[in-house]
């Protein structure tokens, strides 16, 4: 009984060393973006004149606008669409398949073990007979799939979970399937389906590795994966970069900052049985 002071303590401490080392990286690259242009900061350094002007700079050449447009585009084309198909897909695997089909669970769990990087190359040449190349199709279409393993899975955790005398008892009163499905089901689900469509949201605000491949002009591109032309361009002037990568991070520290304890849930949910 007298260790356990010491472990929080020790837990506190671990804490509190995790923070620092999350948040030391962004410190030195916020202290670098208000460096003079030009010079080549040299770690965690808080310039004697700080150039504010940096970032207005960096939205500028960049076109932040345009950015930002396009990654709300990309973000509404494929989260929506994502969440809607995964909660479906995922109630009919918990509450609708019998023993016989139990097998199509395991192909979605198969799907979690692949990653972006193994599928890239078909996905190009797959994109490309289709006419997508270089639209930002090329970019919504293969997120939907690519997420749907991780969806469908999370979503049949949560319906696994429901009560099975919340179906009867919707169905003794004559509701079908699909009004059980929207008006028992789905309600019960928010939670689910929020953290669910946070997570989607950061991955897709944050996704490089597709924009990149599948899409040549920036502008069409999520800001994550423009940061590459922005980065070629400007490689060479440390601190514009740096304010230029902040301003790419802002969008999603602010959804953090709003839905922090939604993403705690999200965290969260990955423990549920499944």
């Not at 990087?117 to 996905?123: D, G, Q, R, S, W």
């Not at 440390?238 to 790419?248: K, T």
Request: some cysteine; proline content about 7%; hydrophobic content about 55%.
């Amino acid at each position: 009984m007298r260790l356990a002071p010491a472990n929080g303590l020790v837990a506190r401490g671990l804490v509190v060393l995790l923070m620092i080392v999350t948040i030391l990286p962004f410190l030195s690259m916020f202290s670098a973006a208000l460096a003079p242009q030009g010079t080549y900061p040299n770690g965690l350094q808080w310039p004697a004149d700080p150039q504010w002007g940096n970032f207005v700079r960096a939205f500028e050449v960049a076109r932040m606008d345009q950015l930002l447009l396009s990654s709300t585009l990309i973000v509404l084309g494929v989260v929506p669409v994502s969440v809607l198909i995964a909660t479906m897909a995922g109630y009919g695997l918990a509450k609708l398949t019998t023993d016989r089909y139990r097998w199509l669970y395991l192909v979605f769990v198969f799907g979690l073990t692949l990653p972006f990087e193994a599928v890239i190359t078909p996905l190009y040449y797959e994109v490309r007979a289709m006419g997508l190349l270089n639209t930002r199709f090329a970019i919504i279409l293969p997120l939907i799939g690519l997420y749907m393993p991780f969806g469908v899975y999370w979503m049949r955790a949560h319906f696994l979970n429901v009560p099975h005398d919340l179906s009867e008892a919707a169905q003794l009163d004559g509701a079908t399937r699909w009004t059980e499905f929207w008006l028992v089901q789905v309600p019960l689900a928010r939670p689910a389906i929020m953290s669910l469509t946070i997570l989607l949201f950061l991955w897709t605000w944050n996704q490089f590795l597709l924009p990149v491949v599948l899409v040549q002009d920036p502008m069409q591109r999520t800001m994550a994966g423009a940061l590459g032309a922005f980065q070629g361009q400007w490689g060479t002037d440390i601190p514009l970069l740096c304010a230029g990568a902040l301003l790419i991070l802002s969008p999603t520290i602010v959804i953090f900052l709003i839905f922090q304890r939604q993403f705690v849930a999200a965290l969260m949910q990955g423990a549920v049985k499944g």
